[in-house]
């Protein structure tokens, strides 16, 4: 099925084709109604081809559908850089002319690159009866940021003077994932959540003889400081260490497509509580949120720094937007480690979850020491 949903993602070519040739199907409604009618028509396709053989998960359908939409997202970035064309000219001028910017070319390649792969192998998984839980938290964890960034960054930034009626159906694929997360957060987890003889000999040791975890918390704490300095300058902060690093290190940041600063402000807000919430879950054992809550936020995070890093470098973002070369490195990597942290606590607590778990009681054990159990006895007596 997976290579069935490949092939037949590619007819959006020729649709792309037929409107780019056809006058009267570039008028902003018209390319509304056709963006609604071809989306019904590839619901109600995979609907009949799958009568016989029904997936028991209704995500295949939005998995399928978002699968067609992920060619038009890469035709769109590979015309604007130049690379083909025919195809997304008329959608320039009158379907969504934001996705010239530099950061909506990087998200389209990740949507049609990053996540049409991941709609590919969940499908796989899904006809052939096996779990994708955690790369379906990592794909609704990105996509939920993909598009509240996006949407978001249209309505403040320079482009919110131009919003057609094709922007209305971006709100889908903001809840299509959110949708998503919701069902797959409540489905039964991939690993059990109680541990025994190993859990506890896990949760007895302290950060400072955890070297691996002492190390990410470190890094986190280095991220929440990152988050909150650029959260600052999108805030419009008139602090000296706001002025000094948007000026000489990220003066992406003030670019007026918007959407820098409302990412810096999603992480701000949101980001940020998620990076002390793993700090926590890093000292406090049996923290049984951690193995879903950290797949869900790095596929946010990487997302974002994808489109982040890339609009920064791109060449449709204004020469006085972009990384000065004497600092290029420093930032680049720095916001690298940025993006690869919550990635760096996913592995860590896959790898090894015992620290994460609830220990259950041995036979017998109450959970109180013996000399607890005693004085509680004789204070009963």
């Known amino acids: 099925m997976e290579t069935f949903v490949l092939l037949f993602s590619f007819t959006a070519l020729g649709i792309l084709y037929c409107m780019n040739t056809i006058p009267a199907l570039q008028e902003p409604y018209v390319i509304l109604v056709i963006g609604i009618a071809v989306l019904v028509l590839v619901f109600i396709f995979y609907l009949v081809i799958t009568r016989g053989n029904p997936p028991r998960d209704a995500l295949f359908f939005v998995f399928a559908e978002f699968s067609f939409t992920c060619i038009i997202d890469l035709t769109s970035a590979l015309e604007y850089d130049g690379f083909i064309s025919g195809f997304m000219e008329f959608y320039r001028k009158t379907g969504e002319p934001y996705l010239g910017t530099a950061y909506a070319i990087m998200m389209c390649y990740w949507d049609g690159i990053a996540h049409f792969i991941m709609y590919l192998v969940m499908i796989g998984k899904i006809m052939n009866r096996k779990g994708y839980r955690t790369l379906g938290l990592f794909w609704a964890g990105s996509l939920c940021a993909n598009m509240s960034v996006f949407i978001t960054g249209i309505v403040t930034g320079k482009y919110g003077t131009e919003i057609r009626p094709a922007f209305w159906l971006n709100f889908l694929f903001l809840a299509m994932p959110a949708w998503g997360a919701v069902t797959l957060f409540a489905r039964p987890k991939d690993r059990p959540l109680i541990g025994g ?39 419009d902060s008139p602090l000296g260490a706001c002025s000094f690093y948007v000026k000489y290190y990220e003066p992406y940041l003030r670019d007026p497509v918007g959407y820098p600063r409302v990412m810096m402000l999603h992480m701000f807000f949101y980001g940020l509580p998620l990076l002390a919430a793993f700090v926590y879950g890093l000292f406090k054992p049996g923290c049984t949120w951690m193995p879903d809550w950290s797949v869900f936020f790095s596929g946010a995070m990487i997302q974002c720094q994808w489109a982040h890093i890339g609009g920064s470098l791109h060449p449709h973002t204004k020469t006085p937007f972009r990384i000065q070369s004497d600092v290029f490195w420093p930032v680049l990597a720095a916001n690298l480690l940025y993006a690869v942290t919550p990635l760096l606590v996913v592995l860590r607590v896959r790898s090894n979850p015992y620290f994460f778990l609830k220990v259950a009681p041995f036979p017998g054990q109450t959970g109180l020491p013996n000399s607890e159990e005693k004085d509680t006895k004789y204070k009963n007596k």
């Not at 040791?205 to 400081?225: G, H, S």
Request: aromatic content about 8%; hydrophobic content about 65%; proline content about 3%.
């Open 197 to 235: 003889y190993n859990a506890q000999q896990a949760q007895s040791m302290k950060l400072i003889w955890r070297p691996l975890d002492l190390m990410l918390v470190l890094l986190l704490l280095a991220a929440m400081v990152f988050t909150v300095l650029r959260g600052l300058v999108a805030l």
